[in-house]
């Protein structure tokens, strides 16, 4: 059999390894002088706007939401087409997840169903950006600044994608970055929040060790019940040096999305993501196509594992938050978000990552050619239907 081939994976260099070994070395290798580097480094990427880093964008999203004071009695707008974080997040501060569904092509969050759920107890909009397609933050401001709430943008699978010509980040509210080794960049494991100024920044770096403040007299004090989110060196030191090579990670993943484009168009007849117009500064993350599965005769698990029976790793981004043991809580059913629901139901993402080649994607399109091409084979008459 072939090299398996993994869904998702980063790639280190040597240099980057020997950096990180020069920093264990060192003798400091908690938070210090390369988190401080990476953050400028992240500031400069992010229009000169304050950024801190984290452990995750998990911690970052945490943070974010307790910098807005959002708790009990509060209501955050979110996407239930979304990873598991976002409510976690919402609803460990105390406050009410409200689900809406997502645009049926870009997967984004549709802002008219979120005008539509604004009330007195809302607070913020946490919406989510969909690899190849930005939540229009145009759009999303003007709602925002209208009804006075804030925004925590989870830019988690977008670092380095840019609306108007602007990198993420780089305008808006509060903007959450993963560094998940699925991710465009990793530090293993990390995250950043950028932040509107100087005293959110100083927040942040509060909120992010234990909510504890250093007063005049030399001792400490702690007025909030803060985590313990600081990234250590070691981990920002691979940070800065993926942040480098960035660019050249986001230009194969783009040549890689192509290939899935041109191969995927017409064979076989998956629904794919919308195909952003050339160098319109998106970023490809993830390639998620949706199964014709009313005319496959096959569940999705059984196309994975035939996938993963030909070494060919896939995944399932995302499941419908609102459906899920928490998001049923709130009193959410089948049905009512009925795009999330479809998406979830037969979304499958496809492996993409900046050491794939192309041959790995048209190794990948063949797999799902062929095994889609699979015959059904109709019952013998008088025998049950088939199983879908
Ligand atoms: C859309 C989205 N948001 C947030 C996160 C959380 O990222 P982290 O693992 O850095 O906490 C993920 C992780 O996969 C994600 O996919």
């Known amino acids: 059999m072939k090299q398996p081939l993994k869904f998702a994976s980063p790639l280190l260099d040597e240099a980057t390894i020997a950096a990180a070994a020069d920093v264990l070395r060192s003798g400091h290798i908690t938070s210090g002088v390369w988190v401080e580097r990476f953050e400028a480094a992240l500031s400069e990427f992010c229009g000169a706007r304050p950024v801190r880093a984290v452990t995750s964008a998990t911690a970052a999203m945490e943070i974010a939401l307790q910098l807005c004071g959002i708790g009990r009695g509060d209501e955050v707008i979110t996407c239930a087409q979304s990873f598991f974080a976002v409510p976690n997040m919402i609803v460990k501060q105390g406050a009410t997840p409200v689900f809406v569904d997502c645009d049926p092509l870009t997967r984004n969050i549709d802002l008219a169903a979120v005008a539509a759920r604004i009330g007195p107890r809302t607070r913020a909009i946490m919406p989510t950006h969909w690899p190849g397609s930005l939540v229009d933050l145009d759009a999303l401001y003007a709602l925002a600044r209208d009804r006075k709430l804030r925004v925590i943008e989870d830019a988690a699978l977008v670092m380095g994608s840019t609306f108007n010509g602007r990198p993420v980040g780089a305008v808006g509210d509060l903007v959450s970055f993963s560094f998940h080794p699925n991710k465009n960049m990793t530090s293993i494991e990390g995250g950043a929040l950028v932040v509107n100024d100087a005293d959110e920044a100083k927040r942040v770096e509060v909120l992010r060790f234990h909510g504890i403040e250093r007063l005049a007299d030399g001792t400490r004090d702690v007025g909030f019940p ?42 076989p007849a998956c629904v794919l993501p919308p195909r952003p117009a050339a160098g319109d500064g998106q970023t490809w993350n993830m390639f998620c196509i949706l199964l014709p599965l009313e005319r496959m005769r096959m569940s999705r698990q059984a196309f994975r594992d035939a996938l993963a029976a030909r070494g060919i790793a896939t995944g399932v981004s995302y499941e419908a938050l609102h459906l899920c043991t928490l998001g049923r809580r709130f009193g959410y059913h089948r049905g009512d978000l009925p795009n999330t629901e479809r998406i979830a139901d037969s979304t499958v993402t496809l492996p993409l990552h900046a ?22 084979t109709e019952p013998a008459s008088g025998s049950a239907p088939a199983k879908r």
């Open 226 to 267: 803060g985590g313990k989110f600081n990234l250590p060196d070691v981990n920002a030191r691979i940070g800065l040096a993926q942040l480098e090579r960035l660019p050249g990670f986001l230009s194969q993943r783009r040549a890689l999305a192509e290939r899935y484009f041109a191969r995927l168009a017409t064979d």
């Open 355 to 376: 050491g794939m080649t192309l041959d790995d994607v048209d190794r990948v399109c063949d797999a799902c050619a062929e095994i889609l091409a699979v015959p059904r």
